[in-house]
């Protein structure tokens, strides 16, 4: 599978296209709340944790952190 760079222009375009997270390199359209959502891996350790990311709290994070994604 082919790596995506990430950018900033990326996320704000996924933004755009209704996507809320990136969980496990997939986009994920949240259907309902958001904070419910994240809940249901409130009790996962971390060896079976989904690496999740909210595509909004990515945009504040500098160029170089996101191109380490």
């Given at each position: 599978?082919?790596?995506i ?6 996320i ?5 296209q ?9 986009l ?42």
């Open positions: 599978m082919e790596k760079q990430i950018s900033k222009r990326k704000e375009d996924w933004i755009k209704g996507y809320d997270v990136l969980q496990d390199g997939k994920i359209k949240i259907e309902g709340d958001l904070q419910e959502f994240l809940q249901q891996f409130a009790h996962d350790t971390a060896d079976t944790i989904p690496k999740t990311y909210l595509l909004k709290e990515l945009l504040t994070w500098p160029e170089e952190e996101l191109e380490k994604l």
